[in-house]
């Protein structure tokens, strides 16, 4: 799994980890039941500080991407690779409504009427 930071990104370090990661989940480079580089290791790859990668790998985990188990490290959920991909049409689906004036209770109900 190769995985990089924009540095002409200006959002949270940790975040930039969530999304390389949440990145190669999507693109299949990694699939659900890989075990992903420790934090260290991580951590020495992209050039940050291992406790940005484990914050960015937890948000990962709160999000259901990703399993922490001890003794076994951090591997990818089952239903990760198509969740991943959900979650970054929903993440385009935020944007495009904020770009066009529409909050996110705007983008509920219109979902609740597509139903």
């Known amino acids: 799994m190769l995985l990089r930071l924009n540095i002409a990104d200006d959002r949270p370090l ?3 980890v969530a999304g390389a990661v949440r990145r ?8 659900p039941g890989d075990r992903l ?3 260290r290791e991580l951590s020495l790859a992209l050039g940050v ?7 960015g790998l937890r948000a990962l985990r709160d999000e ?6 001890r003794g076994r490290g ?28 529409y909050g996110r209770a705007d983008l509920i ?5 597509a139903q």
Do not use: W, Y
């Not at 190669?24 to 699939?31: D, P, V």
């Open 24 to 31: 190669a989940i999507a693109e299949g480079e990694c699939g």
């Open 14 to 16: 940790h975040e930039q």
């Open 74 to 101: 951090v591997t990818v959920a089952r239903g990760a690779d198509g969740r991943s991909a959900l979650l970054e049409r929903v993440r385009e689906l935020v944007a495009d409504g904020a770009r066009l004036g």
């Open 109 to 113: 109900e219109m979902i609740k009427e």
């Open 64 to 69: 259901g991407l990703l399993e922490f188990r």
């Open 37 to 39: 580089p420790s934090a």
């Open 49 to 55: 500080n291992a406790n940005t990668v484990l914050r």
